[in-house]
């Protein structure tokens, strides 16, 4: 059996949670605690010529200022590494390893630039340094493809190849294929490693497989202080730490890890957690990118059961892409239960047209202007219509339904008795659940397809009323959106991305009035983002 090595990359990996913006005592205090417990191999963090340098940051434009943190620095016995994402950092920032603080570079890279980048490793080699060249998104590569990288790497003949489960994809009998493949043709002397990530729960159990692989080669796995790490995180190194020093006979102190993590880890843990998830794991399980699960669930308004058939219609070779041009239109195309809606329209417009008729959404100013609203509707003898809830100080005389998981939250209040006389009005896309809805609209006529966001309920509705000749509709609890605040009553009906898109979603709402100004009069009971001017 080969030797048995574990590498920290909390520096490095970790930073995806804060920007690597440690703080230059954390970073001080993570590495002379990672020295002391002794260790193999410490990332210090990557090496990007984009960015400048900052003392409080683990990321650096080049090698020269890796001295100015780490300098002065004792490491001890444990070797030293940096990485570079191949194309963010030109030779010219790196030193020869002589002159440099560190002793190795590791060089990730995607299947697509392994001839650049393996030559790439080539020159870092040249200049001395102990290279490890990583192969991000390793269940991208077929049997063939993974050949042909060994026999590049062959040719280079660098320090370690480190298999990366980029998205946590692997389970330990797929692991194994790769390594076999990778231990049959790899030169000998060639160190073999393993980068894990946690989106299905087995980053720490893939670790262990690797340590326990039967083999005369030298075998490295990564991991990080409380597996630190973007998304799902990775294998948590304490643990492989103990597990090591159980059954590989090492003698790494644990305590310096626990200190590390909750001297400087902790409080990072704690602003933005990270870990296993539902989402990471919807993705990982359906092997696609994390971007296509962020859609879907952003929307609010599936279940998990219709997220994952949306997911298994992505075609293989564009799962792991994050092309969401194709994860819209795959959503909208599954949301178009496509139905003749004359009738309902027909019936619906008898008991609509030409009168008042008050919108309520769920926005915060519900609660703060009850009063006003109430007066409103009494005043205007108006007809009362919710969206997607219903409302505690109201009681609507229909409610709209576009939204499957809004709708299955209101299920057993939809049953009460006080309840039974609230028509149920529902796009397509939505399937009924006890109660039979009163009327039935087609989704796709009430969308707009060339949105960002098509089916926005309260645009979808207005639509719907105009087809039935409502010409003067008022609102309330249609709040809009600002960065700093949702503008939600019930913060359980808040959109997760909508602080990134808040602009855009007003904007939109702003020129959609304006477009309908000649048809239908609209006026807002409550204050509203929407109603100021564009």
């Known amino acids: 059996m080969g030797k048995k090595y574990l590498l920290d990359c909390t520096l490095r990996d ?27 191999i410490i990332e210090i963090g990557f090496i990007d010529d984009r960015r400048e340098f900052d003392i409080n940051r683990s990321i650096f434009p080049s090698t020269d200022c890796i001295e100015k943190i780490y300098g002065k620095l004792d490491r001890k016995n444990a070797m030293v590494v940096g990485m570079i994402d191949y194309g963010t950092c030109d030779l010219a920032n790196i030193r020869p390893c002589s002159e440099s603080y560190i002793d190795g570079i590791r060089v990730i ?61 692997l389970n330990p009998t797929e692991l194994t294929h790769i390594l076999e493949i990778v231990d049959r043709n790899m030169n000998s002397g060639i160190i073999v ?18 340590l326990n692989f039967m083999t005369d080669r030298d075998i490295l796995v990564d991991g990080t202080l409380y597996g630190m790490g973007k998304s799902a995180g990775n294998a948590p190194i304490e643990l492989v730490a103990m597990y090591m020093n159980e059954h590989f006979g090492k003698n790494y102190s644990i305590s310096e890890l626990q200190e590390a993590i909750t001297t400087s880890v902790m409080d990072f843990q704690k602003k933005s957690p990270w870990g296993y998830q539902l989402f990471f794991y919807i993705a990982a399980s ?15 308004t599936m279940s998990v059961t219709a997220i994952n058939e949306i997911l298994k219609k992505i075609p293989d070779e564009r799962k792991l892409e994050k092309d969401m041009k194709l994860i819209e239109q795959l959503y909208i195309e599954y949301q178009k239960n496509e139905c003749d809606d004359e009738k309902a329209i027909k019936k619906l417009k008898g008991e609509l047209a030409g009168k008042k008729v008050l919108l309520i959404g769920p926005g915060s100013s519900v609660g703060i202007y009850e009063n006003e609203i109430k007066g409103y509707i009494n005043t205007n ?3 009362v219509v919710s969206i997607n809830y219903i409302p505690i100080a109201f009681h609507p005389d229909y ?6 998981t809004r709708y299955v939250q209101s299920a057993t209040k939809l049953l009460d008795k006080d309840n039974e006389d609230i028509k149920l009005i529902a796009s397509s896309n939505v399937k009924n659940n006890n109660r039979n809805f009163d009327f039935v609209l087609n989704y796709s006529s009430l969308i707009d397809e060339t949105a960002e966001f098509p089916d926005n309920s309260m645009c979808m509705l207005i639509r719907a009323l105009m087809k039935c000749s409502v010409s003067d509709i008022a609102l ?11 503008n939600y009553f019930d913060i359980d009906k808040a959109y997760s991305f909508l602080y990134d ?29 929407y109603s100021k001017e564009v």
């Open 109 to 169: 890279f995607k299947k697509a630039k392994m001839y650049p980048a393996m030559e790439y490793c080539r020159k870092l080699k040249e200049l001395g340094y102990k290279v490890f060249s990583q192969l991000v998104s390793i269940t991208e590569y077929s049997d063939e493809e993974l050949l042909e990288v060994i026999s590049l790497v062959n040719s280079v003949n660098p320090y370690a190849l480190s298999i990366v489960d980029t998205y946590g994809l």
């Open 193 to 210: 490693g393993f980068h894990a990530h946690n989106n299905l729960q087995l980053g720490y159990v893939n670790a262990t497989t690797v």
């Open 14 to 40: 970790g930073g995806y949670i804060n920007d690597w913006e440690f703080g230059h005592d954390n970073i001080v205090n993570i590495f002379e605690r990672i020295v002391g417990s002794g260790i193999d």
């Open 476 to 486: 309330a609890g249609f709040d809009g959106y600002t960065p700093e605040n949702v």
């Open 399 to 404: 409610m709209f339904i576009t939204n499957a």
């Open 501 to 529: 898109k808040a602009e855009v979603l007003n904007n939109y709402a702003r020129n959609f009035f304006k477009s309908i100004s000649d048809k239908v009069n609209i006026h807002f009971i409550t204050p509203s983002e």
């Open 381 to 383: 003898s108006s007809v």
């Open 286 to 300: 359906n092997r696609v990118h994390p971007n296509y699960v962020s859609y879907l669930m952003n929307k609010r």
